[in-house]
């Protein structure tokens, strides 16, 4: 079993920068894949970026390549994900996944932990 809390959200100007962290514990945060997904009210979940157990294979949805970084520290059981150039379309809840996979996916049907979620607002 995995709990993940997620924080750092909150309200930014377009532009500017948030980083979210995602903090495992329940278990060794070992041999597990993590991804974060968001969605906006009145829209499904997508997906963000996702990385695998090394933190050595990122990748990223093509609205945010480029703005956003995955990254985890496995010694300290968190993942994070720095976001810059903020836009008012990154609004959204923004969860954290985990899945007993080597490899991170695209698909949140694919995940088997999540996050509560933390808001990201991004005003014009």
């Known amino acids: 079993q995995v709990q993940l809390v997620e924080s750092g959200g909150g309200l930014v100007q377009a532009g500017g920068s948030l980083r979210l962290s995602c903090a495992a514990s329940?278990?060794?945060?070992?041999?597990?894949?993590m991804g974060w997904f968001r969605q906006a009210p009145g829209k499904e979940r997508k997906f963000v970026a996702a990385?695998?157990?090394?933190?050595?294979?990122?990748y990223y949805a093509d609205s945010v390549k480029g703005r956003f970084t995955i990254s985890r520290d496995k010694v300290k059981s968190m993942v994070y994900l720095q976001m810059n150039s903020l836009k008012p379309e990154d609004t959204a809840v923004y969860r954290c996944?985990?899945?007993?996979?080597?490899?991170?996916?695209?698909?949140?049907?694919?995940?088997?932990?999540w996050g509560q979620g933390t808001q990201v607002t991004v005003s014009s």
């Open positions: 329940g278990r060794t945060f070992s041999n597990i894949a």
């Open positions: 996944a985990a899945r007993s996979s080597m490899y991170g996916s695209t698909s949140y049907s694919e995940y088997d932990y």
């Open positions: 990385i695998n157990w090394s933190g050595y294979s990122t």
